[in-house]
């Protein structure tokens, strides 16, 4: 990954971090987004079109990751691009309105940690299922694992997931299924060291 995508993915987790954080003091707004069930539905609330707008450029100077594609017909590249867009954007909102906590700890690293000395807190089935998903699916499948982690996680990473979750590179999935796996080895060299 070159500096400038990697500059892009980072402001585009701090701008949902920036929206999360505004979202969690209006919790009228924020249950309304956690109430709806998919991508429609989340796309039918005032708070996702603030979402929206931080990538828009709408009342800033243009520069939004998504300027520009908020407009257009459905039936050209532009629409498609757009509509593609407004799902991503659908379901970074859904994962993001679950999460109760900002962490510095990815979601998957969260998953993968060990309660007693064999069961990851959430199940290698269950992850596994979450990696044969599509964007969409995951976002489901993270709303009902978000309570299993006490609705832990780093905003910003879970943005940057969901955005790259169905890229042909699998960058994100790969990322994940390292930090789900990983995620007791720090802890592990830790105890071995007091020993």
Avoid at 2 to 25: H, I, K, M, P, Y
Avoid at 128 to 145: K, N, Q
């Amino acid at each position: 990954m070159n500096d400038d995508t990697r500059r892009q993915q980072d402001r585009f987790g701090e701008a949902v971090t920036s929206w999360w954080s505004a979202l969690s003091r209006d919790r009228g707004e924020l249950n309304r987004l956690r109430r709806a069930g998919d991508i429609t539905a989340i796309q039918m609330n005032e708070a996702f079109f603030d979402l929206v707008r931080e990538f828009s450029g709408e009342g800033n100077d243009g520069s939004g990751w998504y300027h520009g594609l908020i407009r257009g017909s459905p039936d050209t590249e532009k629409g498609k691009e757009r509509d593609r867009a407004m799902d991503v954007l659908a379901c970074v909102a859904m994962v993001a309105s679950h999460i109760e906590t900002d962490s510095d700890q990815s979601a998957a690293t969260l998953m993968g940690r060990k309660d007693g000395a064999s069961d990851h807190r959430v199940s290698e089935l269950r992850f596994r299922r979450l990696m044969d998903s599509d964007m969409e699916g995951m976002a489901r499948m993270m709303v009902r694992i978000l309570p299993m982690i006490d609705g832990c996680a780093s905003v910003a990473d879970a943005a940057r997931t969901v955005y790259w979750w169905d890229h042909p590179s699998q960058t994100a999935r790969k990322r994940w299924i390292g930090d789900y796996y990983l995620s007791n080895t720090k802890q592990r060299f830790s105890s071995n060291e007091e020993e």
